[in-house]
């Protein structure tokens, strides 16, 4: 499909992050086993639920814009996803997992930080103020995700990883 304009680019788009977002869904629960903190895996399982209404929230946006709802492999998270996959296989003490598991999902974050900065970017150059609206709240989760990974990190798992 040729893009013609920023609204092709942005449907472009948000075709790959309804396909990210599915990807982080099957993702997550494989993270709760992988960790042994509970603070974690409650961070995790939280993501889940957001992350599902998050992809329900991109069906709104795409019948708000007349387009079907159907995604494009992001390649880019599959890959990240990977890279998080091969950590999870790799022995270490469990705090130092721990740690990596939340190095793994602030590249998530920031990957979505990323796509959903320029969506919302884009959406409001095109006046659409209802898919704005829904694509910023989702924008607000990643960043509120991103801040709380930063904090268990550096309030508790780093810590008892150091030693
Ligand atoms: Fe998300
Ligand atoms: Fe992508
Ligand atoms: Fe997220």
Redesign the pocket.
């Known amino acids: 499909m040729k893009l013609n304009n920023l609204n092709d680019l942005l449907i472009h788009e948000l075709k790959d992050i309804y396909n990210a977002?599915q990807q982080?869904t099957k993702a997550l629960p494989k993270m709760m086993k992988a960790t042994s903190s509970n603070q974690l895996k409650k961070a995790f399982e939280d993501?889940l639920k957001?992350?599902e209404q998050?992809i329900e929230r991109l069906e709104k946006v795409f019948e708000l814009m007349g387009e079907k709802a159907k995604g494009e492999k992001c390649k880019a998270m599959e890959g990240i996803i990977r890279e998080a996959e091969s950590m999870m296989e790799e022995k270490a003490d469990a705090s130092v997992m721990d740690a990596a598991l939340i190095a793994s999902?602030q590249r998530?974050?920031h990957y979505?930080i990323a796509a959903y900065g320029t969506v919302c970017t884009y959406a409001k150059q095109l006046g659409m103020n209802d898919v704005l609206k829904l694509l910023l709240r989702?924008l607000d989760?990643?960043k509120k995700?991103?801040e709380l990974l930063t904090t268990i990190a550096e309030s508790s798992v780093n810590i008892k990883a150091e030693r």
């Open positions: 977002e982080i993501h957001v992350t998050q999902a998530v974050e979505e989702t989760e990643e995700t991103d």
